[in-house]
């Protein structure tokens, strides 16, 4: 198959890309699961944006800047920050129906935020813009979308004069694989929190886009910056169902069990403070006791109204979030780091383009604001779009296509052993408290044991490549850890 652009992974900036490209030539988008499974799907909060009077860019910058504690691309984030009410203009113009009072945009607030500035549907803004977006795909004659479909490695091309090229992608479709050529490939598959015991992400964020690029030598950044949710609720479910930010947003209170603040004396924000600070406190509290939200002041109708998804989540499992305490927990939420791109999400290979959480623009820098990351998937993604400029077709190239393995063979039931594995040791090693120590003796030659394994196999198949791509993003991560010495943003070392 051949195409102009190749969109692989179907998260808001995948989508948001594929609808801007579309306008200049066709568009194959190649996701593993259905097009709505994305960690875009799952982001409750909103999307940050400068869109009130009162506040202005410099603000954002600045809660932006403090919360990645300085260790961001402040070019990076003037670009996406001075186009964020464009962001929001544009999904309106798309269809999303952003919540309004009085004719005007609801805003609320989130964690290391000074001001109000997010825009939100309900407590499912990831969803209804997902929604929008797939519509909007569907209905466009220049877009094919192949569902099922497992991105295996990224295909390039070598040339004395163009250096390395990538010309597509190899997949696996149908028990089948399929070599895919394009002029441009895009990567959007999104994040890594698969690689952690507990995560709110789906289980499609398994590092894949990552893997594949470092594979072929792209620049990748800032791992060591893994992002814990301070309030995932606290159930024996994997993933971990969100309780998202913004219910503190409104007023909801960080409780132990004898009913204290414990974030009065913490940080100025208290119980909005940063995610990194609230994550840590609420691990610590957790050695003596469980945590919990308070949010019993508002009305069960205000509740209802405002966060439908997880007021009804929560009665199903009998907590009335009217009366009860919500029981809460950090857990794996957001990759900081990822690979290298420019502000046009250029990475260093031709034709190679990445956004959305696979990235590393530098915005984020040791920690994200919260509400950052549609923002930017959708802001960067639109900026490569227009930037995109002429094709060029490439010629078919002779490609070795692997062994495929059977889904019950010894080789497959041992790598989904091997991926609860990687899970642990990341959770043990790499989690909200690091020991670097540790992380050098011990988890680094645990993981290159399970990669050299995988590596080794004969013959392929998804559960087994990506398997092989977790374990190689966690070394990323161990190893971007162990290096990083001093405890910053979301990289907290006891020794
Ligand atoms: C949340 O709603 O708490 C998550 C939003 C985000 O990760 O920015």
């Not at 895919?180 to 015991?197: K, N, R």
């Not at 398994?206 to 800032?222: F, L, R, Y």
């Not at 930037?387 to 063979?409: D, F, G, M």
């Given at each position: 198959m051949q195409t102009n652009f190749?969109v692989?992974?179907?998260?808001?900036?995948?989508l948001?890309f594929a609808l801007q490209a579309a306008k200049k030539g066709k568009v194959v988008i190649?996701?593993?699961?259905?097009l709505?499974?994305?960690?875009?799907?799952?982001?409750?909060?909103?999307?940050?944006?400068?869109?009130?009077?009162?506040?202005?860019?410099?603000?954002?910058?600045?809660?932006?800047?403090?919360?990645?504690?300085?260790?961001?691309?402040?070019?990076?984030?003037?670009?996406?920050?001075?186009?964020?009410?464009?962001?929001?203009?544009?999904?309106?113009?798309l269809?999303?129906?952003?919540?309004?009072?009085?004719?005007?945009?609801?805003?609320?607030?989130?964690?290391?935020?000074?001001?109000?500035?997010?825009?939100?549907?309900?407590?499912?803004?990831?969803?209804?813009?997902?929604?929008?977006l797939v519509k909007r795909v569907k209905e466009h004659p220049n877009i094919t979308i192949l569902?099922?479909?497992?991105?295996?490695?990224?295909?390039?091309?070598?040339?004395?004069?163009?250096?390395?090229?990538?010309?597509?992608?190899?997949?696996?479709?149908?028990?089948?694989?399929?070599?895919?050529?394009?002029?441009?490939?895009?990567?959007?598959?999104?994040?890594?929190?698969?690689?952690?015991?507990?995560?709110?992400?789906?289980?499609?964020?398994?590092?894949?886009?990552?893997?594949?690029?470092?594979?072929?030598?792209?620049?990748?950044?800032?791992?060591?910056?893994?992002?814990?949710?301070?309030?995932?609720?606290?159930?024996?479910?994997?993933?971990?169902?969100?309780?998202?930010?913004?219910?503190?947003?409104?007023?909801?209170?960080?409780?132990?069990?004898?009913?204290?603040?414990?974030?009065?004396?913490?940080?100025?924000?208290?119980?909005?403070?940063?995610?990194?600070?609230?994550?840590?406190?609420?691990?610590?509290?957790?050695?003596?006791?469980?945590?919990?939200?308070?949010?019993?002041?508002?009305?069960?109708?205000?509740?209802?109204?405002?966060?439908?998804?997880?007021?009804?989540?929560?009665?199903?499992?009998?907590?009335?979030?009217?009366?009860?305490?919500?029981?809460?927990?950090?857990?794996?939420?957001?990759?900081?780091?990822?690979?290298?791109?420019?502000?046009?999400?250029?990475?260093?290979?031709?034709?190679?383009?990445?956004?959305?959480?696979?990235?590393?623009?530098?915005?984020?820098?040791?920690?994200?604001?919260?509400?950052?990351?549609?923002?930017?998937?959708?802001?960067?993604?639109?900026?490569?779009a227009?930037?995109?400029?002429?094709?060029?077709?490439?010629?078919?190239?002779?490609?070795?296509?692997?062994?495929?393995?059977?889904?019950?063979?010894?080789?497959?039931?041992?790598?989904?052993?091997?991926?609860?594995?990687?899970?642990?040791?990341?959770?043990?090693?790499?989690?909200?408290?690091?020991?670097?120590?540790?992380?050098?003796?011990?988890?680094?030659?645990?993981?290159?044991?399970?990669?050299?394994?995988?590596?080794?196999?004969?013959?392929?198949?998804?559960?087994?490549?990506?398997?092989?791509?977790?374990?190689?993003?966690?070394?990323?991560?161990?190893?971007?850890?162990?290096?990083?010495?001093?405890?910053?943003?979301?990289?907290?070392?006891?020794?």
């Amino acid at each position: 198959m051949q195409t102009n652009f190749l969109v692989i992974g179907s998260g808001i900036s995948g989508l948001n890309f594929a609808l801007q490209a579309a306008k200049k030539g066709k568009v194959v988008i190649v996701t593993k699961k259905k097009l709505v499974d994305s960690n875009t799907n799952f982001a409750q909060g909103g999307i940050a944006a400068v869109l009130d009077q009162t506040d202005n860019f410099e603000k954002h910058i600045e809660d932006t800047l403090k919360t990645g504690t300085y260790h961001n691309n402040k070019k990076a984030i003037e670009f996406m920050v001075k186009n964020s009410a464009d962001a929001i203009y544009r999904l309106i113009d798309l269809g999303v129906k952003f919540q309004k009072e009085n004719g005007k945009l609801s805003l609320t607030k989130e964690g290391g935020h000074s001001h109000r500035r997010i825009a939100f549907v309900g407590d499912y803004t990831g969803k209804e813009i997902e929604r929008i977006l797939v519509k909007r795909v569907k209905e466009h004659p220049n877009i094919t979308i192949l569902e099922d479909s497992f991105a295996l490695k990224l295909l390039t091309q070598k040339s004395f004069l163009r250096g390395k090229t990538c010309v597509g992608a190899q997949i696996i479709r149908g028990n089948k694989i399929e070599n895919i050529f394009a002029d441009q490939t895009i990567l959007s598959t999104g994040g890594v929190g698969q690689l952690f015991l507990h995560t709110t992400n789906p289980p499609i964020a398994t590092g894949d886009g990552i893997a594949m690029a470092s594979q072929i030598g792209c620049k990748i950044k800032d791992m060591e910056f893994i992002q814990f949710h301070p309030t995932a609720l606290n159930e024996n479910t994997f993933p971990k169902f969100l309780i998202s930010e913004t219910v503190r947003g409104e007023g909801a209170k960080l409780v132990n069990e004898k009913g204290e603040r414990f974030m009065s004396n913490i940080h100025p924000l208290k119980d909005l403070a940063p995610r990194d600070i609230a994550a840590r406190e609420i691990y610590k509290q957790q050695k003596t006791s469980q945590v919990f939200l308070d949010i019993r002041h508002k009305s069960r109708e205000y509740l209802k109204k405002r966060f439908p998804q997880i007021y009804e989540k929560l009665k199903k499992l009998k907590i009335d979030m009217a009366k009860d305490l919500i029981p809460v927990t950090p857990a794996a939420h957001y990759e900081c780091g990822g690979i290298e791109v420019d502000l046009s999400g250029r990475t260093n290979v031709k034709n190679l383009f990445a956004f959305g959480e696979v990235t590393c623009t530098g915005v984020h820098g040791a920690n994200r604001l919260a509400s950052n990351s549609l923002l930017e998937a959708l802001v960067f993604s639109n900026q490569v779009a227009k930037n995109l400029t002429s094709t060029q077709a490439v010629k078919k190239i002779k490609i070795e296509n692997p062994k495929l393995l059977k889904e019950n063979s010894k080789e497959t039931l041992l790598a989904k052993k091997l991926r609860q594995e990687i899970k642990n040791i990341m959770w043990r090693y790499s989690g909200i408290v690091r020991n670097r120590k540790k992380i050098k003796k011990e988890a680094i030659p645990k993981m290159i044991k399970i990669a050299k394994y995988l590596r080794k196999t004969k013959g392929t198949n998804q559960e087994i490549a990506e398997t092989l791509n977790m374990a190689q993003v966690s070394l990323l991560i161990l190893k971007a850890a162990y290096k990083r010495r001093k405890s910053i943003g979301c990289h907290f070392v006891e020794f």
